[in-house]
């Protein structure tokens, strides 16, 4: 038993180091409405987590010819075993049928999932039906591993008809394997509509980004537990921005000696049509963020999410072998931090 306690505390330690100093970064996304293929998921890399690269020549990675043959808003999830990567998507076709009151309230009860051990060969994707039996759709749907609960929380928005389709909420349930789900619950009830929820943890803490839909606007709360009591964080910097969905955060560069933490929001302008635009922060906790600098994108990204790569996934994306000896490093200098 004492060995298996140190080897999980080894792993504890390690993937702790991995987090703290990534070699790269993994978007995964979708165009638009413009084609069927336009809206499947595409995949870019970068190594600062801001100049990205897009991977397959631009082309999509990975097709749904499942339930309403079109992917969006894709979100990837690491196990927290590290063994395995789960890739979760809306099930829906705008370009298919352009009807958005009908995706809404008639929309799929089901998000699309794709496993891989790699990052590189993935599963052939398959409809897991998540929503409660009334829900009119289940749009953007991303996970969290709650280590309190020892399991994944999967959140994503819905109308439903007990209310006429009144509003969107966030609704949420528990599993374990992406393949068997817990009976769907509400997640954030809020006065309005709110849409697009991602969540980070920094420390002890857990940030949660939201769009309101009555003011097309992202909101930031806080909370020391996933499902628990959420705060507001006085003097976001970015309430007052409109025309805006699809937040994702993540940690660009972590705090070094006598240097803060980098992390980055991206949020994807709909009202002009142009895509993320970035911002950065040195303290989730203070809500100020100020517009970024050096961003490029190869195209213009729409909902989708970020993962930081170790540097033999990083390696392996690109198609070249690992170069062992920058690994060793890599893993040295994540060790000391």
């Known amino acids: 038993m004492r060995l298996l306690r140190l080897l999980a505390l080894a792993a504890s330690l390690a993937a702790s180091a991995f987090a703290a100093a990534p070699a790269g970064f993994l978007f995964v996304t979708f165009k638009g409405e413009q084609s069927p293929l336009t809206e499947q998921i595409y995949f870019a890399l970068s190594q600062d987590g801001r100049e990205w690269t897009a991977l397959n020549q631009s082309e999509p990675v990975l097709v749904s010819k499942i339930g309403e043959k079109g992917v969006r808003d894709p ?3 690491r196990a927290h075993d590290n063994k395995k990567f789960y890739l979760i998507a809306t099930d829906l076709s705008i370009h298919l049928n352009g009807d958005w009151r009908r995706a809404a309230q008639e929309g799929s009860r089901s998000i699309v999932v794709w496993e891989s051990t790699d990052l590189v060969k993935w599963s052939e994707p398959r409809l897991v039906r ?4 009334d829900a009119g ?3 953007a749907p991303e996970a969290v591993y709650d280590e309190e609960n020892g399991d994944y929380l999967v959140f994503w928005a819905s109308t439903n008809k007990s209310d006429r389709y009144a509003k969107f909420r966030i609704w949420a349930a528990r599993t374990k394997d992406f393949k068997t789900f817990g009976a769907p619950f509400v997640y954030i009830e809020k006065p309005h509509a709110v849409i697009d929820t991602t969540i980070v943890r920094d420390g002890s ?4 980004f939201t769009k309101d839909e009555e003011r097309k606007s992202i909101f930031l709360e806080t909370s020391p537990r996933l499902v628990g009591d959420w705060k507001p964080v006085d003097g976001f910097s970015l309430a007052g921005l409109r025309g805006y969905e699809g937040p994702e955060c ?4 972590p705090a070094a000696k006598g240097r803060p933490p980098v992390w980055g929001l991206i949020l994807d302008h709909y009202a002009r049509g142009a895509g ?10 203070s809500g100020e963020f100020e517009p970024a600098q050096g961003f490029a994108f190869p195209y213009k990204f729409r909902h989708g999410s970020v993962m930081p790569l170790s540097a033999r996934e990083l390696a392996r994306l690109q198609g070249k072998p690992a170069d062992e000896r920058a690994v ?6 994540s060790a000391l931090r």
């Open 250 to 253: 993540y940690l660009i560069e």
């Open 75 to 77: 979100y990837l999830v």
């Open 130 to 133: 998540v929503a409660a039996d």
């Open 137 to 139: 759709c289940t749009w």
């Open 205 to 208: 803490a857990y940030y949660r």
């Open 328 to 333: 060793q490093q890599a893993t040295r200098r």
């Open 276 to 285: 993320y635009k970035p911002f950065v922060t040195h303290d989730l906790a």
